[in-house]
């Protein structure tokens, strides 16, 4: 240990920072490893950090709690009668928040059976081996700062009454209307949950398509679906201001194409989903020289380390790529390297991911314009279907399956789902691509029957073919 405090210190108890400090504590023989984080409120600090407790697990509870919304609906279909529906939010919160006790509790027992000790407070960094807490400084031979995102809020009129998904997911009352700014999968989720509980939700963004970073034709076809599930969208359109009067608000917003204003009144509750930014501030970072891009993120190398030998960084606040399996991973490959003699460097080609809007989208890979940038010759396949369980449901909803083939190996670039199931249907489909699965073997895989999964595996006529990253081909 070299006369340190510790051999390691971990600024922030996210996911990436517990998997990082545990792993390291597994690695070493007398391990004497530390973690960081700030207590644990319902609005901020806590073990699991955003994304156990105010991102991925809450929105995903309410998830399936707003899916009710339609499932009652759609139940008509095969002839059950659920007579008058209501919908209680406070006890559904205090559930919630119970739940988010109970996650932190549990992480915090995994640090102390691993040997981390955890310290609460706000950490500093001081120089490249101290780091500052409350009145109290410690020493340690590497610091990893895995500190993750907070909200990004944009600036305009009436901007304070604007409140982000943190304390969306801990509202008290449900908003009866609501504004969402933003198109990215935070927004077009939140909006979804919260129509599923009867919100009039509408979603303001500057792009023509939601989602931006996603494959277009999915961009288009989650679109539609958003409307058929009853959210109301305002693309190509920009805020203006918020007034506020006798508890509710008025949300001016503007089209950015010919000008035009329009009003949104008697709103509840505004939401900013306009991005995430690297939580780095009151850090010292920049003080004791550490590297920073132009949005903050910290600058690291192949191996997660800063351009100072003892300090690393994981996670969102190094903005590679914003997934908590993501940091999860990059924390394994940070302990690997350091403490286990392995050097193991992030890899970030076919990582499967979801977004939970409804229906919910997964995809793993190149979209088909990154595609074609890349390889210029493509083979594109792609089926649009109303689902089994919606012949009888009366439901509107339907789902799409798209692929992207190299022609010249065979090799698939890329498969987006959009529709039911899709986040548990692309983790098997995420793993075949890791092990650079080919069309014709997808083509050889017997499909399992009824799915809408099989129809992956039965896709045997391109859509349509580029060629030369010029135009395409319709067959």
């Known amino acids: 240990m070299s006369g340190y405090m510790y051999d390691l210190l971990v600024i922030g108890g996210g996911s990436g920072g517990v998997r990082a400090s545990r792993w390291a504590a597994q690695q070493l023989s007398k391990p004497k490893v530390g973690l960081v984080e700030l207590p644990f409120t319902p609005e901020k600090g806590g073990l699991g950090g955003t994304c156990v407790l105010r991102g991925c697990v809450p929105k995903k509870l309410l998830w399936y709690g707003g899916h009710y919304g339609h499932d009652f609906h759609d139940s008509e279909g095969y002839g059950w009668r659920p007579g008058k529906i209501e919908h209680e939010w406070k006890p559904l919160m205090e559930k919630k928040r119970a739940e988010m006790s109970r996650l932190n509790g549990i992480y915090s027992n995994i640090l102390k059976n691993a040997n981390v000790e955890v310290m609460e407070g706000f950490g500093k960094v001081v120089d490249k081996h101290t780091v500052q807490i409350g009145d109290k400084k410690v020493t340690a031979g590497t610091i990893l700062i895995a500190t993750g995102a907070k909200p990004h809020m944009i600036d305009f009129p009436g901007k304070e009454y604007a409140i982000s998904s943190d304390e969306l997911l801990n509202i008290e009352e449900r908003p009866a209307k609501m504004v969402v700014f933003g198109a990215g999968y ?78 949104i009144t008697d709103v509840d509750v ?22 920073m891009s132009d949005d903050k993120s910290i600058k690291v190398n192949a191996i997660s380390q800063t351009n100072i030998e003892s300090i690393y960084a994981i996670g969102d606040v190094t903005n590679r790529m914003q997934l908590t399996p993501v940091a999860l991973y990059e924390g394994m490959c940070f302990a690997n390297t350091v403490y286990g003699g392995k050097r193991q460097e992030p890899k970030y080609e076919n990582v499967p991911s979801a977004v939970f809007t409804m229906p919910p989208m997964g995809v793993c890979g190149l979209t088909e314009e990154d595609a074609v940038a890349e390889y210029k010759d493509v083979d594109v396949y792609m089926s649009s279907f109303r689902t ?88």
Do not use: W
């Open 186 to 263: 935070i927004a077009c989720e939140m909006a979804c949950i919260l129509a599923g509980y009867r919100t009039e939700a509408h979603v303001v963004y500057r792009a023509e398509h939601p989602l931006r970073g996603f494959d277009n034709d999915c961009r288009k076809f989650v679109a539609e679906q958003m409307e058929v599930n009853g959210v109301h969208l305002h693309p190509s359109r920009v805020p203006v201001s918020i007034e506020a009067k006798d508890k509710k608000y008025s949300v001016t917003i503007k089209s950015n194409k010919d000008g035009s204003t329009e009003v």
């Open 388 to 475: 089994m369980v919606h012949t009888l449901s009366g439901s509107k909803e339907r789902s799409m399956m798209k692929m992207i083939v190299d022609p010249k190996t065979d090799k698939v670039l890329g498969i987006h789902i959009v529709g039911k199931d899709a986040s548990e249907v692309i983790q098997g489909f995420g793993a075949a691509m890791k092990c650079d699965a080919t069309k014709a073997q997808l083509d050889s895989t017997i499909g399992v029957h009824p799915s809408s999964a099989e129809e992956l595996v039965t896709m045997r006529s391109a859509t349509r073919r580029v060629r030369k990253g010029a135009g395409s081909a319709k067959l």
């Open 270 to 291: 505004v939401l900013m989903a306009t991005g995430r930014a690297p939580n780095v501030d009151g850090l010292g970072l920049e003080q004791v020289g550490v590297e």
